[in-house]
Every structure is written in C-alpha cells, then in structure tokens.
C-alpha cells in the first residue's frame, strides 16, 4: 500500500483520525511526532519521532526512514511542523510547495509582505522593531497588535488609543517569550482593524487551482479586544456574489504566496468596502474541528483526513464535495481563568436536538487560561441539521447546559 508520512505534533488531537482514515483509504501512515513514543519500538514503521526544530537532522532521520519503508507524500498537520514537512517533502522529492512560500504563511509579515507586492486585498500593516513599541500605528486606531508567529488567536489583541498600544505590545511580547521560554527580542506585527463579518475558507490546491471544500460563516462578532473563535457553520448564508468575492480573495492570497499544492484554510473578512484577507495557512482546519467536514463522491463517504490522505499521494480528490446536509461546531470558550474544578451539564446537552456529539478535552486540576494568552478550547460541541441556523440554534443551546467550575489560582507566601 502506498505510504504518508504525517507530521503530528504530541499536543494534536488528530493522530486518531489520521489513523482510521488510513485504514479506510488503504493507505499506511508513518505518525512522525516531536516527543519520543515509548511505543514506537514496537511500530517502527508506524511511528517516528522527529526534532521539529532541527530540519538538518530531521530530513537525515527521514532519509534513513525511506531506505527501508518507502514514502508517497508527506502532511504537515498542524503550524508547528508544516514547514518541515515540506522541507522534507523536497529532500525526497516528493509532492510539495515552494518552502519560502509554506514559511511565509507561519510568519505574519512576511505572508503580509507577499499579499502587499501582488496588491492583495488586506489590512495596513507595519512592523514594530523590538526597541520602538511606542509609535502609534500610522494608519491610526484602532489597530491589531499580534505576535509574528503564534496561532489561533493567541497574543492578538484590538487597541483602540495610544495608552492601550504601548501596554498591548508588552503583553504580546511577554507571551511569545513563555511560549519560547526565553527572552528574545520579538518583533511585533500591528494591522488596520477591519471591523465586518468573518468567514473561512476550508479547501485544496492542485497545481496552483483552488478547490473549495467548504466555507464557514463566523456568527459570532470578532471585535475584540480579544478574538476568541467559537462557532463555525457551513454551508455559508452569505450571497452567492459575497462569497465568490471571498474565494477570489483567497485565490489571489495563494497564488501571491506561491502556493501550489495541499491543503489551505483561511480566515476572510468583510464590510461595505470590500473582502480582505486576515490569514492563509498552508495546513487544513486544526484540532477537533475537522469531524464537522464529510465528504462523498456519490458512491463513499470520506472524512477531511481522508481527502488529504489522497491528495498526498496524487489522487485527484476534487470529484468529492461536502455533503448537503448543514453542519457545524462550536468550540467552547473559556470565560474565566482558574484551575477547573467540575464540569456540569454536558449530558443534558447531548440531549439537544441537533447536537451529534460533545467533546471535553480538559480535566479536574487542569489550568484554564482565556485569550490572549491560552492557547486551547476545553471542549467542543458538533451540531448537524437542514439548515445552518438549525445548527447554530443547537450549539447555542448545548452551550447554555455546559458549566465549567474553577476555583482561583492560589501562591503560597
């Protein structure tokens, strides 16, 4: 059988998934992960672990691996290995995108120099040096301040006067440093806030032509001054006209970036004047949201995995479309910072009419830390019916049943 190597890192959710969709595809995968798997002794051909950070080393451990199980494509799941994945990808002369372009999209300026020089539509933008965290934003206020690097919302943070930037800069330096574990001097990325409706796009390149899977309508307002995302709905109740505007968008975003091939999400917003692009990542939607997509060619059903799987290995899977039913999810905020006691009401929620399955991911003595500085949902709830407002009346519903108890966070003197 043919055979992906699918970088997962070890915070994923996803190596499950990946997984059974191997098996539905008869397709073998080689899990590589950045921490050592005490089990991979006993599946040496099943599981690898990698140093994510060192690519020299990781291409020649790869290369090795080859010499014995020979490979047909290489995923990179989420941001922490999709450059590497290409990376290795092009030492084995595999299926995979111009590196400088995957990079570009798990470095904020750089993606937004690129979408700058091909006149994409974006916000302004500029580039706070490490020692000039006080000039306000030339384009005025207010503004978005965000680390250059992070994912998911983490460190990005709505300022709307002078006072609020120079603390806002602080802040988002001093999470990249956690995050980093040391004290480097980090840039900071500022951008025009575009006020508006938000949307994503769900799809795959092949040979630089873009295949919508799916586009997801944000009904919650992302305004700040944190952008904490929570549901996600599709099929889209924009207009036809909105959203082949969006998809243009997202087409001229990929081919300013140099994107060929695999999987692309992307977040767009829009207003009266028009579409921007906030983001494109060179991987699909990340953590557990991928089990709200299914896909069929009129003969199988097939998950997001398995579409990506196929993809890696040169299938053409454009003859799959999403299916007609609406479908949805609603990632759980976390309202209040504290370590998590007790969590209540998620039978009760289940029962909601709609709701096709709740996932926690957090347990008593966990710490829960909101935005900017978290970085992860506690849970999530999947919802599917005839029609989007169906399934976003059904999340809501749910979520209204779920409690999450905390108790504060105490120092000994």
């Known amino acids: 059988m043919p055979r992906v190597f699918v970088l997962i890192p070890s915070t994923s959710y996803r190596a499950k998934a990946f997984l059974h969709a191997g098996t539905s595809a008869s397709i073998d995968i080689t899990v590589a992960s950045d921490r050592r798997n005490t089990l991979a002794s006993f599946n040496p051909a099943g599981l690898i672990d990698l140093p994510y950070d060192d690519a ?3 291409i020649r451990l790869v290369r090795e691996f080859a010499s014995h199980h020979l490979l047909d494509g290489v995923i990179g799941v989420d941001d922490e290995g999709v450059v590497l994945a290409h990376q290795i990808a092009a030492a084995l002369q595999l299926r995979h995108n111009p590196v400088k372009s995957v990079a570009a999209t798990r470095n904020k300026f750089a993606m937004r120099t690129f979408l700058h020089q091909a006149g994409v539509s974006q916000p302004d933008f500029y580039m706070i040096e490490s020692g000039n965290r006080r000039e306000a934003p030339a384009f005025g206020f207010p503004c978005v301040v965000k680390p250059l ?3 998911g919302s983490r460190g990005v943070i709505r300022v709307d006067n002078e006072a609020e930037f120079a603390y806002a ?3 988002v330096i001093g999470i990249v440093q956690k995050e980093r574990q040391s004290c480097v001097q980090e840039c900071v990325l500022t951008e025009s806030f575009i006020d508006g409706e938000e949307v994503a796009l769900e799809g795959v390149l092949a040979e630089g032509e873009l295949h919508v899977f799916a586009l997801f309508d944000k009904p919650d307002p992302l305004d700040g001054p944190f952008f904490e995302e929570t549901i996600y709905v599709t099929p889209s109740r924009h207009s036809q006209k909105r959203q082949s505007e969006i998809i243009a ?3 001229d975003g990929v081919a300013a970036l140099g994107l060929r091939r695999g999987p692309v999400h992307a977040e767009v917003r829009f207003n009266d004047s028009g579409v921007f692009l906030i983001e494109i990542a060179a991987r699909s939607i990340g953590g557990f949201c991928s ?3 299914r ?3 009129g003969q199988k059903e ?5 579409l990506l799987l196929r993809d890696a290995i040169g299938e053409d899977v454009r003859s799959f479309s999403r299916e007609r039913s609406a479908a949805g999810v609603m990632m759980l905020p976390i309202r209040k910072a504290g370590i998590l006691s007790s969590v209540s009401g998620v039978e009760v929620a289940r029962e909601v009419k709609g709701v096709e399955e709740i996932i926690i ?3 008593s003595g966990k710490e829960m830390i909101p935005l900017p500085e978290g970085g992860t949902y506690p849970g999530f709830i999947f919802g599917r019916a005839e029609t989007p407002q169906e399934v976003e009346t059904a999340l809501r519903s749910a979520h209204k049943h779920i409690i999450f108890e905390t108790e504060e966070i105490t120092t000994e003197a």
């Not at 097939?302 to 398995?306: K, T």
């Open 56 to 58: 020299k080393e990781a």
């Open 149 to 151: 690097s992070l994912s």
């Open 169 to 171: 800069c602080e802040r």
């Open 249 to 251: 968008c997202v087409k």
């Open 291 to 293: 089990k709200v997509l």
């Open 295 to 297: 896909f069929s060619d």
């Open 302 to 306: 097939v998950s997001l995995e398995e």
């Open 361 to 363: 991911t957090v347990h």
